[in-house]
């Protein structure tokens, strides 16, 4: 049977792929739509997760974002869903299943990011709304609310994306522009020093930018000419300088090639040209770089089996990418997210048809 996956999207111990006719599969642990009877987390059941499933059974989705355990969606009824495992809930005090359940206080979401402790999504007027666990100024929000239920983030224009990390957050704004703010204690916010800011306040940079893709501790930006910039944390490379000191403002990043996309992991870098090749760089402990070792690079390194890809996402430890036939994965596999690979995929494995 042929599947025509639209967009694909990694995340803690799930993989989610997007297909052309709206409907949702789920490979892995907890977020991927995968539920049992008595609903108990299955982070750890590897084995009876390698197939995928459909979420949500008759939803049709626009968009998705997979997380910590937790995965956020927006259905073609412009609908804000939640499904996975967290002892936060769903934002209204709810407690959340893998079956997908309605949050109510947001109404024609257009973009949803699914974060560790903390989620946000944008609305058809580019209104931010953030929720979950208010520490370091995350929500962006004054809010007395420890466990905040979701609320516009007031001091920010119109937004198009929203990226989170390690309690902090990154905004692209309709023109261009980008806005951070909570954590920053590896210089993750851009600002030029290491203290935690709790509004939006506007990152330098020197042109308009694309695209955002948010790391656990670092953030890459690119420009409509590919130009890639990116600051943050830096200890394995994930810069991509080869320098392995943080950089509290934006630094230039060389790829051989002009860069069409890109994403972010946990400590690890990939960046997607538009030849259809994918380099990756910084850490490498599970082979999320797909170069068939477990070395960190501090350089853009193109994954030689890859070619033709249409699309990448980054999740925790893992990664995937959309060729023309096949949905690749690698990396972390501990929790079936990657289908049928080794626990620790080395090299770029096709896990799923496209096409």
């Known amino acids: 049977m042929p599947y025509n996956i639209r967009a694909v999207c990694a995340g803690k111990s799930q ?4 297909l052309e006719s709206g409907e949702l599969l789920g490979w892995g642990g907890a977020g991927s739509g995968r539920y049992t009877a ?53 934002g209204d005090g709810q407690p959340i299943s893998e079956i997908p359940t309605l949050i109510k206080q947001i109404s024609s ?19 931010l709304y953030t929720w979950g666990i208010n520490i370091d100024g995350v929500l962006g929000r004054k809010t007395a609310q420890i466990n905040a239920s979701p609320g516009v983030v007031t001091a920010l224009p119109a937004a198009q994306d929203v ?16 806005f951070s703010f909570g954590s920053n204690s590896a210089g993750q916010l851009g600002a030029g020093h290491l203290k935690t800011v709790d509004m939006p ?3 330098k940079l020197p042109s308009t930018v694309h695209a955002i893709a948010v790391g656990a501790t670092h953030v890459l930006t690119l420009d409509d000419d590919g130009i890639l910039m990116g600051w943050g944390s830096n200890q394995y490379g994930q810069l991509g300088n080869s320098q392995s000191r943080y950089s509290e ?9 002009k860069v069409r996309a890109i994403a972010a992991g946990s400590h690890f870098s990939l960046a997607l040209t538009v030849t259809g090749s994918v380099y990756s760089w910084g850490w490498n402990g599970f082979g999320q ?23 990448i996402s980054a999740g925790e430890m893992s990664a995937v990418a959309l060729g023309k036939k096949d949905l690749y994965g690698w990396g972390n596999n501990e929790s ?12 770029p494995y096709p896990f799923w048809p496209n096409g």
């Open 289 to 311: 770089l797909g170069l068939s070792d477990v070395a960190p690079r501090n350089m853009p390194t193109r994954i030689p089996e890859l070619s033709d890809i249409q699309a």
């Open 109 to 127: 979401p257009i973009s949803v990011a699914s974060g560790q402790s903390c989620f946000a999504a944008i609305d058809r007027s580019g209104a």
């Open 336 to 347: 079936g997210q990657i289908g049928q690979a080794a626990p620790k995929q080395l090299l």
């Open 38 to 90: 008595d609903n108990v987390d299955i982070c750890s059941t590897r084995n009876a997760n390698q197939e995928p499933i459909y979420v949500g059974q008759s939803t049709r989705f626009s968009s998705m974002s997979a997380g910590y355990g937790v995965s956020l969606g927006v259905s073609d009824r412009q609908e804000l869903l939640i499904w996975g495992f967290s002892p936060l809930g769903s």
């Open 249 to 257: 403002t934006p630094i230039l990043i060389k790829v051989p090639e």
């Open 201 to 203: 306040a506007r990152v």
């Open 163 to 178: 990226g989170l990390g390690d309690n902090f957050v990154i905004v692209l704004s309709s023109d261009g522009e980008v």
């Open 15 to 18: 993989t989610l792929a997007l």
